[in-house]
């Protein structure tokens, strides 16, 4: 018994087509920015003053408004990302309106 194999042209490789050379430099052509928005440097100083100014730390802030220490230390250091949640809830323990 003999079985007839035939080599089919292009088969078996790794070659891509030429639409895949298209994908690959349209995306390298990309150039939107994909990082997260974070606290501004004003928002940062608010934050500090008003705290501050109340004579809180920021562990008594972040009991306060039930959330934890780390994530006042975020917004003073400006590495969080805003959350509007959090910004309402320290505006009303501060008695400050926090503005981006």
Request: hydrophobic share 35%; net charge positive.
């Amino acid at each position: 018994m003999t079985v007839d194999t035939q080599k089919k042209f292009g088969a078996g490789t790794n070659k891509g087509g030429s639409a895949a050379g298209a994908k690959a430099a349209k995306l390298d052509a990309e150039t939107e920015n994909f990082s997260h928005e974070r606290v501004s440097s004003t928002l940062k100083t608010q934050i500090v003053q008003a705290r501050t100014a109340k004579k809180m730390t920021q562990a008594q802030l972040a009991q306060a408004i039930n959330e934890k220490p780390q994530i006042i230390q975020e917004y003073e250091s400006g590495k969080a990302i805003p959350n509007p949640q959090v910004l309402s809830k320290m505006s009303r323990a501060l008695g400050v309106q926090l503005k981006k």
